[in-house]
């Protein structure tokens, strides 16, 4: 729950400077299981508490999850104004704007090379300066994915970095460039 709504946060965010339904609808998608979780959490608790000491220990633990699904109703409720259409004031989006990272959403396609490579083998933030934070597989989510994940077809990236390499990311993602044309240098840290 934690990662889930730490990732509808950027999503909102994203959605609401970029005008982007898309990472709306995600963020929906992800306060409706937020939603089923903390509901998940509750029942378990109450079977778990046998004893007034129990019930004490687990109030922690459903506060935790009540905070989650606060800051996953905040974001929906970022993520509604771009559904509805309401265009964010011209200070947030000066604001925001000055920020140089981006979240975005990517899909994966049939023709890419980066299908069946693993995020260690493919470099990205090193070739694109993005780096991935989620992944969508169907309707399934992997949060925080590390160096040993592979990248399907069909999968949507959820990636942060600047908008060059989100550029570069999603012509890699579509099959548009090769990785052997991306310079290792352009985004190598210091």
């Known amino acids: 729950m934690k990662n889930m709504s730490e990732l509808m946060v950027d999503l909102a965010y994203s959605a609401l400077l970029f005008n982007s339904k898309d990472a709306a609808e995600e963020v929906i998608k992800l306060e409706n299981k937020v939603n089923r979780l903390n509901y998940q959490i509750k029942k378990e608790s109450l079977l ?6 129990d019930a004490e ?19 929906k409720d970022i993520a509604d104004l771009v559904l509805k259409d309401m265009k964010p004031h011209p200070v947030f989006k000066m604001v925001m704007e000055e920020s140089d990272e981006v979240i975005m959403r990517v899909e994966i396609s049939k023709g890419s090379e980066l299908i069946d490579k693993s995020l260690g083998e493919l470099l990205l933030a090193t070739r694109t300066g993005m780096t991935v934070i989620a992944i969508r597989r ?8 590390d160096r040993n994940t592979i990248i399907s077809a069909g999968d949507a990236l959820i990636a942060k970095g600047n908008e060059t390499g989100g550029a570069l990311l999603t012509q890699l993602a579509s099959g548009e460039t090769k990785l052997e ?4 240098e352009e985004f190598a840290e210091d």
């Open 138 to 145: 169907n309707e399934s989510w992997i949060y925080g994915p």
């Open 57 to 75: 220990k687990l109030t922690a633990l459903l506060e935790v999850g009540e905070a989650a699904e606060t800051i996953a109703d905040s974001a």
């Open 48 to 53: 778990a508490a046998r004893t007034v000491e």
């Open 181 to 184: 044309d991306l310079e290792y």
